[in-house]
């Protein structure tokens, strides 16, 4: 029955790996947070706003039991920015993190929970606790397969940071699986809210595809999603 339900998660992984990235242009009306700039060669493949809300910050180690949920933490209302991007297949997880963190801390903010792979619990968990509303969000093109590949780190080779600067926080991740694109997720909770950095809120899917092309259905990108994080554990 194991081996069974393992052929099956693994069938599943790889659909989830299928699409190749050849995108090559920003998640449509996309922009970057005027306090940081990308990573090197890195586009944005996803994005989302929630303009008042509530936002559960984890700081402490998240462990894998049930659905992925804080638990050690902190909580915020604000405005709620998600920005995605990813790089190259080479920048380490400790680069990416290192360059967004050194930005973010120029700009006065401080920095109250870190964490690195093993010292996160389960990184793969808190990527997807972290990655998959705005995964869920998006109904059109690849750019959901896009962030899975990316944020979603089956090795758990994740690093976590969350920084605060009176009534605005960042929490950066960033991700790196084996053969993938590096992976980076920056979360923005702010009150009083601040600019949306996505300007449309109906995106389009990649330049190319076409107009037949199913939607994406967010169900199924979060069983791929959680059969990828299973089968990194299961031995």
Same mark, same amino acid.
């Given at each position: ?18 699409p ?8 449509p009306?996309?922009?970057d ?9 890195? =586009?944005?493949? @996803?994005?989302?706003?929630?303009d $008042?809300?509530?936002?559960?910050i984890? /700081?402490?180690?998240?462990? !894998?039991? %049930?659905?992925?949920?804080?638990g050690?933490s ?32 120029a700009?006065?903010?401080k ?5 690195a ?12 606790l ?7 969000? =998006?109904?059109? @093109?690849?750019?959901?397969?896009? $962030?899975i590949?990316?944020?979603?780190? /089956?090795?758990?080779?994740? !690093?976590? %940071? ?14 790196l ?8 997720l920056?979360?923005?909770i ?27 259905n ?5 069983l ?6 299973w ?5």
């Open positions: 029955m194991k081996t069974l339900l393992r052929t099956s998660l693994a069938a599943a992984a790889l659909f989830a790996t299928a190749l990235f050849a995108q090559t242009s920003d998640f009306g996309a922009s947070f005027p306090e940081i700039q990308r990573p090197t060669n890195a =586009i944005a493949i @996803g994005a989302m706003r929630i $008042m809300d509530e936002f559960v984890p /700081t402490g180690p998240v462990e !894998r039991s %049930g659905s992925p949920r804080a050690k902190v909580t915020a209302q604000g405005s709620i920015d998600y920005l995605a991007y990813s790089g190259s297949t080479t920048t380490s997880s400790l680069a990416t993190y290192t360059g967004l963190a050194t930005q973010v801390r700009h006065g903010f920095e109250i929970y870190s964490c792979r093993t010292t996160c619990g389960s990184a793969f968990t808190l990527d997807e972290l990655g998959q509303p705005v995964i869920a969000s =998006i109904h059109t @093109g690849n750019w959901g397969h896009y $962030m590949n990316s944020l979603n780190a /089956t090795n758990d080779d994740s !690093r976590y %940071g969350v920084f605060q600067k009176e009534g605005v926080y960042f929490l950066l991740l960033a991700s699986s084996p053969g993938e694109h590096a992976g980076a920056i979360i923005r702010a009150n009083p809210p601040q600019p949306p950095i996505l300007q449309s809120a109906a995106a389009a899917g990649p330049v190319g595809d076409s107009p037949a092309q199913p939607a994406t967010a169900a199924g990108q979060s791929r999603s959680k059969a990828r994080g089968l990194s554990h299961v031995q």
